[in-house]
């Protein structure tokens, strides 16, 4: 079991004390799952509850979402909760719900606002990491709710919906290096034209597409960029400066092996 966390920080809610019992009644597994030991717990034993929370500077217990709703997508390992959070402090927003579909992070928002994508974008990045940022949002007035009053996502999930526009103005690629990637990203995406300023998630990519994009990069260029990097670099303008400053790296040294090759055989 962990340690406490200082306050404003996210964890798992854990219950002690007396009024929490043993375990489960004939049920080991389940009870050695959500029982822990904790040294620092009253009875020395803690309830988990699977439940994400912390302790604002005003002493108020504030709910994050489920550990469950834990999912991998770009190669990290998001909190939808922490999304949903952030989201439901962009005005108009009366709540939101995140999931991944066909392989994305996606977002849905209850609101009457006449919100865009890059208003939501402008607003997550404030408080999220780009890993975080979901690729495409979808607005309606209210979010389906199961009988618990809970935010129904299997029901979330069947709807039909547009998403909304990201409204990003296209800068045409200009360098050999921009234009040869445009054109490995319209193949992918199914997309052209391809702007400098355009999102490879928000232009429809998702993890499957961005491993074929490394392999393709690889081959045009002779570069070698992780997924990871992919992810943070994320803009096609982004990629091709990466590109384009490992490829002046190798020139300046293979010029430098190959000056001091010449001062040698002189």
């Not at 390992?77 to 992070?105: F, P, S, W």
């Amino acid at each position: 079991m962990g340690q406490i966390l200082p306050t404003g920080h996210v964890g798992e809610l854990c219950i002690g004390g007396l009024g929490v019992s043993r375990g489960y009644w004939n049920r080991t597994e389940l009870t050695q799952k959500l029982f822990a030991k904790a040294s620092f717990a009253e009875q020395g034993r803690l309830y988990r509850t699977g439940d994400l929370a912390r302790w604002t500077s005003e002493g108020e217990l504030e709910f994050w979402g489920r550990i469950d709703f834990q999912v991998k997508v770009r190669g990290h390992r998001i909190e939808l909760g922490e999304i949903e959070h952030a989201l439901e402090q962009l005005d108009g927003v009366h709540q939101a719900a995140a999931a991944v579909k066909d392989h994305q992070l996606v977002a849905y928002l209850a609101t009457e606002s006449a919100l865009t994508g890059k208003n939501i974008i402008d607003h997550l990045s404030k408080y999220v990491p780009d890993a975080l940022i979901p690729d495409q949002y979808y607005a309606l007035p209210s979010l389906p709710l199961s009988v618990s009053g809970k935010v129904d996502r299997k029901a979330l999930g069947k709807l039909t919906l547009s998403p909304l526009e990201v409204g990003i103005a296209y800068v045409a690629p200009k360098t050999e290096v921009q234009q040869v990637l445009a054109q490995l990203w319209a193949e992918l995406l199914k997309q052209n034209p391809v702007g400098l300023k355009h999102d490879f998630f928000f232009a429809g990519g998702n993890s499957l597409k961005l491993v074929r994009l490394q392999t393709s990069i690889a081959r045009e260029f002779g570069i070698s960029l992780s997924i990871e990097e992919l992810v943070s670099l994320r803009t096609l303008e982004a990629m091709a400066d990466e590109i384009e400053s490992i490829q002046l790296v190798q020139t300046q040294t293979e010029s430098s092996s190959s000056t001091a090759m010449e001062s040698f055989s002189i």
